[in-house]
């Protein structure tokens, strides 16, 4: 028992290796990747800005800093859902998927590898992005409580893994189509959690289809810490509906996957390039 | 080749009178679209495999001949558990595929005729994630993945280089090197050596000949080369249109057709010349070979 689940672990870590080579080895494409974030998130960004240059009141200070934690949990959520897509579609790429599947390491413990990897490289870039793009504005954040934002996108984590193994199917079963296909699950959290603009503003069907996204509750708790100092004690709410998406998304996520792993191993889908 | 490489497998069942393969009617059909143009169903199926039965002992090598298209590596993903099954049985030292599939990964591993890697990464980079996979601990790898590549006498200067940069010979070596870095039991090699060089060749030859003789390992060697079969297996196979036509040793595979080479033999079995690859029996659709050739 000890000796699989020491194995299992093992396995994880070969996940987090791997990945950790591949950030080394394509270390130029991770530094232009990172300026095109900046130069994506400052086109945001600087939305605010704008409005007051066109005659708009707003608190431009609040209104930036709101853009720019729209901006970075975005990107957060982005790279989470590319890395978990990747987990097949970059394998087939490089024509390893078919070595990966037939090793012994069980498929829980290979997406979780590359979900802790997804996450971890992803708080890395949001820390890096949120502090880079705050240099090109005099932000003031007096009351900003860090942990507790740090905190809730942790615990959002899991549920954007669970949800990011969904999509990570996709490529399983359309080589063609699949990462694709993610692009739409992603894109469709982006309208309706509130990423630049309050839900509020939102069709009642769309509301209502932003509370089971936990983007909604990983911005709306961001921006309550960091705007306005709210602690961990008044997050209950967005924490809880965190933990709950996640155990639910989680063993959903792991259902599909295998399910289309099955699909993929009946109709010879997994060694298909594309 | 320099030294030989101890592999041996603690996980190996050990009564001797378990079959490391056994392998009764397998069948798996794919449904494949018909071409542009076809009249006809749009889907129509195709078996890649028709009803395969066969057994291998513990420590023999069997070679496998056979057309792109005639279900040589649609066997070696079955085996490998890659491709379920649609009918009939096969296991591995006693563990179904379908049903017991991770105590199969833990015995078997398999060298294609691509040799896939990360191709930014480096060969010890490749073969160190890989180990992970198989529960192996950094100490341990940090001491055997040189000594395997040594083994295959992979140049201890380009261990940190790119494999994009390495020829498909020396990648094929580090193939080699990673699958036997998990210590299999049974080795599922298919077409090793196609494409390669005649040197590189005889390198990855010598090596799958020191591998049967020095190692714990049962290998099934899917090939076009009959030379490569005839001089590395035990017994030859035979395999056309998803049928294995002829499993014997070569010497009695070659009497029984009254014919002195296994190409002739090839021929008088199947009735086609094993390196025309044209006539495979799927008209030649790539899509189709792509998924069981």
Redesign the interface.
């Given at each position: 028992m000890m000796t699989g689940l020491?194995?299992?672990l093992?396995?994880v870590?070969?996940?987090l290796?791997?990945n950790l080579?591949?950030t080394k080895?394509?270390f130029w494409w991770e530094v232009a990747f990172f300026v095109w974030t900046v130069a994506n998130t400052l086109t945001i960004v600087f939305i605010a800005k704008g409005i007051e240059a066109g005659g708009g009141t707003i608190d431009v200070n609040r209104v930036t800093t709101s853009l720019l934690i729209g901006a970075v949990i975005w990107a957060y959520l982005g790279i989470v859902f590319e890395f978990l897509t990747e987990t097949v579609a970059w394998e087939r790429w490089?024509?390893?998927i078919?070595?990966?599947?037939?090793?012994?390491?069980?498929r829980a413990a290979?997406l979780a590898g590359s979900a802790a990897h997804a996450v971890l490289y992803g708080l890395v870039r949001a820390v890096l992005l949120f502090a880079v793009v705050a240099l090109f504005f005099d932000l003031s954040m007096p009351r900003a409580d860090f942990v507790t934002a740090l905190v809730v996108v942790l615990v959002a984590s899991a549920s954007f893994a669970g949800i990011g193994m969904m999509t990570a199917v996709l490529p399983l079963i359309s080589p063609e189509k699949g990462a694709q296909l993610g692009f739409v699950v992603q894109g469709m959290m982006l309208v309706v959690s509130g990423v630049y603009y309050p839900v509020d503003v939102l069709p009642e069907w769309m509301r209502w289809i932003s509370t089971i996204s936990p983007a909604t509750y990983a911005l709306s708790g961001s921006r309550d810490a960091i705007l306005d100092g709210a602690g961990l004690g008044s997050m209950g709410s967005e924490l809880l509906a965190l933990a709950v998406i996640g155990l639910v998304s989680l063993p959903i996520g792991l259902a599909l996957f295998a399910a289309g792993e099955?699909y993929a191993?009946?109709?010879?889908k997994?060694?298909?390039s594309g | 080749m320099s030294q030989p490489v101890p592999v041996l497998n603690p996980a190996v069942p050990d009564p001797p009178a378990t079959l490391a393969v056994d392998v009764a009617g397998l069948r798996k059909e794919f449904r494949r679209k018909a071409p542009r143009g076809a009249t006809g169903p749009r889907r129509r199926k195709v078996d890649a495999l028709a009803g395969v039965t066969f057994a291998m002992t513990r420590g023999e090598t069997v070679a496998i001949l056979g057309q792109n298209g005639s279900g040589k590596s649609t066997l070696v993903r079955v085996l490998s558990t890659l491709l379920l099954p649609d009918g009939g049985s096969a296991a591995v030292f006693g563990h179904d595929v379908r049903r017991d599939a991770r105590a199969v990964r833990r015995l078997v591993n398999r060298v294609s005729v691509e040799a896939s890697f990360f191709k930014k990464m480096s060969a010890v980079e490749n073969l160190s994630y890989a180990a992970r996979f198989y529960g192996m601990p950094p100490r341990r790898t940090r001491e055997r993945i040189p000594r395997i590549l040594e083994g295959v006498s992979f140049p201890v200067a380009r261990r940190g280089e790119p494999m994009e940069n390495l020829s498909r010979g020396m990648q094929q070596k580090v193939a080699l090197a990673r699958a036997l870095l998990t210590a299999p039991v049974l080795l599922l090699l298919d077409e090793p050596t196609t494409g390669l060089d005649p040197r590189s060749k005889l390198e990855v030859q010598e090596f799958i000949r020191e591998i049967r003789d020095t190692h714990d390992a049962t290998i099934l060697l899917c090939t076009h080369d009959l030379a490569e079969a005839e001089a590395l297996a035990d017994r030859v196979g035979i395999i056309d249109r998803g049928l294995l036509l002829q499993l014997e040793p070569p010497a009695r595979l070659k009497a029984g057709y009254g014919v002195e080479s296994l190409e002739q033999a090839f021929f008088a079995a199947t009735g086609r010349v094993l390196a025309d690859d044209t006539e495979d029996g799927n008209d030649g659709n790539d899509d189709e070979r792509d998924v069981f050739a």
């Open positions: 020491r194995a299992e093992i396995g870590a070969g996940v290796e791997r080579y591949l080895r394509y490089e024509g390893t078919e070595y990966t599947f037939m090793a012994p390491l069980s290979h099955r191993k009946r109709h010879g997994l060694k298909r | -």
